[in-house]
């Protein structure tokens, strides 16, 4: 299976980055099986760096991930989905032990919909409702080094303006 990562370099040798904003599931290294989403997130980095150019690095995974590698599987929004990224966005030193972390992303449509939860205005089961309206593309979540061991890079295609 192929994965995508968007990013204004070329990154042959994934590593484990401390994020400086809060993420869906913690800090590591994202990749989607969407290349349209990794595009889509190197032309926003483009924009706000005003850089002419950016890559979609494309990686194989392993068809079967070591056993030993501790892996968080949402196959849709639920509702240990939703306090897991609300862990991850709003709890302060939160950090889990997976190696690997795998669903949806809470984009910014999504993210209109957590704040109306937050906000109390949406409970939990109609924003689950609410998401599963959606469309939404999946990303993974290589939270540690030896998770990183199960990608190989493939190659970087070019973003341009």
């Known amino acids: 299976m192929k994965l995508y990562h968007g990013s204004l370099e070329i990154v042959q040798k994934p ?3 401390k994020a400086n904003r809060t993420l869906d599931y913690g800090s590591g290294f994202y990749t989607t099986t969407s290349f349209e989403q990794a595009e889509a997130w190197v032309r926003r980095r483009m924009d706000e760096t005003k850089q002419d150019w950016g890559y ?8 079967a991930l070591p056993t030993s590698l501790r892996k968080l599987i949402f196959q849709s929004p639920t509702e240990e989905w939703v306090d897991f990224v609300m862990r991850n966005r709003t ?3 939160f950090v889990h032990d997976y190696d690997i972390v795998y669903g949806p992303v ?3 449509r999504v993210y209109a919909a957590f704040a109306l939860y ?3 205005l949406l409970n939990k089961q109609d924003l ?3 998401l599963r309206a959606y ?3 999946d990303q993974y ?3 540690t080094e030896r998770s990183l061991q199960a990608l190989t890079f493939v190659e970087a295609k070019e973003v341009t303006r």
């Open 15 to 17: 590593e484990i980055r």
């Open 141 to 143: 979540l290589f939270h």
């Open 91 to 93: 709890e302060k030193g």
């Open 118 to 120: 937050e906000g109390g």
């Open 135 to 137: 469309k939404l593309v």
């Open 106 to 108: 809470a984009n910014d």
């Open 128 to 130: 689950i409702k609410e």
């Open 56 to 63: 979609v690095n494309v990686y194989d995974i392993l068809e």
